[in-house]
């Protein structure tokens, strides 16, 4: 297949997920031998921040604005599938377009579904309308369970499936390397998340002044008062993801309030961590049973407590048990494969689907 892809960042990490989630999921599905074109908006928030200028399984360009999109107009109309991401500048200008041009399968890969849903139910179409929703052949979601019903009842999207992220085991692995914290956690700042961190981090190191911990991302307000033990890394760039969960004992996963009340929202961080062999210690939310099981594989907890009482406990089996269970679901190599299926079956319907 010959594909386009229009997202919010390839080339550039920094204060985002998108990048990780697309590298790891195009790099594998280039491996299935499809073609791939990656579109992103040139911004100077990323053009200042750039880690990866030339992949090498995809072809990366850069427009200014929707002028400028119109030039690629020729690889979108010939592509097999054009996919737009979440947060894309002008989002739904650019599904207009998208749908106006392409002859192949169009595709929405929402990277940020409860946060899409809930901006859509305020009226916020900052990326996405509900008019574009049924345009699209398929729309494929961060979140799986009951919010794929709610896509295809209230919004007519004519088929909405589950495209959970992942993560390239080449990258992320066991590395082997001294432990240098006991908690660790990595993410931008959120301030639906502080709360939680407080709760499961910070709370615990004021409790274990003999317990190191540390915190890595961007954006955090200068009026946070991190405690002597809490270590801050303002950035940390995906190539050093991996020894900085090899260097945790544990990690922590910190939901965000929208993806908490979907479920069935993992982040990449959980995917990551885990096939690093680092055990994890994640707040509740529905569904995350049905990726790690609870006790053996993951660690749930509410409180201080909760992730004292796991930071004695058994860390190396935990961390091996998880990592075997991310080699064997959740790699880019089975979402490519999934993405393949999905586009596949959106290729079938599509000539009913625009008849209707």
């Keep these: ?158 088929a909405a499936r589950a495209l959970y992220c992942s993560v390239d085991p080449e990258v992320y692995r066991p590395l082997g390397i001294a432990r240098c914290w006991d908690l660790s956690y990595l993410g931008t700042y959120s301030p639906d998340r502080q709360p939680v961190l407080e709760r499961l981090l910070l709370a615990p190191a004021r409790a274990m002044p003999d317990c190191r911990f540390v915190v890595a991302g961007p954006q955090y307000p200068d009026d946070i008062v991190w405690p002597a033990n809490v270590a ?42 885990a096939a690093c062999g680092t055990p994890i210690i994640s707040d509740r939310w529905d569904g995350i049973e049905t990726l790690f099981t609870p006790g053996t594989e993951i660690v749930l907890a509410d409180d201080a407590g909760g992730v004292a009482l796991a930071l004695h406990g058994d860390a190396v089996n935990m961390g091996a048990a998880a990592r075997q269970r991310v080699l064997a679901a959740h790699t880019a190599a089975h979402r490519a494969e999934e993405l393949e299926r999905h586009l596949g079956d959106a290729a079938t319907r599509r000539p009913a689907s625009r008849a209707a």
Aim: glycine share 8%; aromatic share 12%; with cysteine.
């Design 232 to 273: 801050r890394i303002e950035h940390l760039p995906p190539a050093d993801h991996a020894a900085f969960y090899s260097a945790s004992r544990f990690t922590l996963n910190v939901t965000r309030a929208d993806m908490v009340t979907a479920g069935w929202s993992p982040s990449v961080r959980l995917f990551e961590a």
């Design 1 to 158: 297949m010959k594909i386009v892809v229009l997202g919010l960042s390839l080339s550039s990490s920094w204060g985002n997920g998108h990048a990780t989630t697309f590298r790891a999921l195009l790099k594998a599905f280039a491996a299935r031998g499809h073609d791939i074109l990656f579109l992103e908006r040139d911004v100077s928030w990323y053009a200042g921040q750039r880690d990866l200028a030339e992949p090498d399984y995809c072809r990366l360009a850069f427009y200014a604005d929707l002028d400028a999109l119109n030039g690629w107009r020729a690889e979108i109309a010939a592509a097999d599938a054009v996919i737009v991401g979440s947060y894309v500048p002008e989002g739904v200008a650019v599904a207009r377009f998208v749908q106006a041009t392409a002859d192949g399968v169009t595709a929405f890969y929402d990277i940020d579904t409860p946060v899409t849903l809930a901006k859509l139910a305020r009226g916020d179409f900052e990326y996405l309308s509900p008019e574009v929703i049924p345009g699209y052949d398929v729309y494929l979601s961060f979140t799986g369970g009951p919010t794929l019903d709610r896509i295809e009842r209230v919004y007519g999207s004519p």
